[in-house]
């Protein structure tokens, strides 16, 4: 099976080309203003007119009120909403646009919860927790807490790099991985060639399995 592959966190329309050519199946662009990797929406327009066909670009959201998403779909052309607050699935699941949602991983009962409570999502991301922070940690986390059976396709995330993303995509065997600070220079600035590493890791364990 081909692991899908999101990066994550772009910032600049060079970025978002760099990661489409590497063969980037995904673009995420943070609508969080409390991120250092935030996009206003003027960014976000410039990001998406630039970005290949077949390739998704995916507006992720922490805790946003209703109007704030309704004015970020209405004016920036999003394929996927990313939930990674606290939001309700009623929440998610009102905005006519298919969406994932995000789980800060404790233990396997948060992952097998959340498959249940959400399950009208497209996916659930598994990442780091954090009592501090909604994602972005740049921390592993215990991957033998995912459950085998998986009734929401699992996107894997949370400390990945192209050091040990073929150890993850091998032993975890997700449906996607995503990445943002892994792939960085700096904070919402990705590096061409760490990008490209990381997607041929990935492919590389695909061809082997």
């Known amino acids: ?7 994550c966190g772009i910032t600049r329309v060079e970025d978002a080309l760099a990661a489409a050519h590497a063969g980037a ?33 995916v507006g992720l959201f922490v805790n946003p009120d209703d109007a704030r998403v309704r004015e970020v779909v209405t004016r920036v052309r999003l394929d996927l909403l990313q939930f990674h607050g606290d939001e309700s699935p009623e929440f998610c699941d009102r905005f006519a646009i298919r969406w994932i949602k ?10 097998e919860d959340a498959m249940a409570r959400y399950a009208d999502a497209a996916g659930l991301l598994v990442d780091a927790y954090d009592p501090h922070l909604y994602g972005g940690t740049g921390k592993e986390f215990d991957w033998t807490l995912i459950p085998r059976q998986r009734p929401l396709p699992l996107i894997l995330a949370g ?13 975890v ?23 490209t590493e990381f997607i041929n890791e990935v492919h590389r364990v695909d061809q082997t399995d």
């Open 173 to 195: 065997k997700p449906w996607a991985v995503d990445v943002s600070g892994g792939v960085e220079v700096a904070k919402g600035l990705k590096d061409r060639l760490k990008i």
């Open 25 to 57: 199946d995904a673009l995420g662009l943070v609508f969080y203003e409390q991120s250092p990797r935030a996009v206003d929406i003027a960014t976000a327009q410039e990001i998406v007119a630039r970005v290949p066909a077949f390739v998704s670009v």
């Open 102 to 111: 995000a789980v800060r991983v404790q233990s396997r009962h948060d992952i």
């Open 1 to 7: 099976m081909k692991t899908r592959i999101k990066i």
């Open 159 to 171: 400390g990945l790099q192209p050091a040990n993303v073929a150890r993850a995509v091998a032993r």
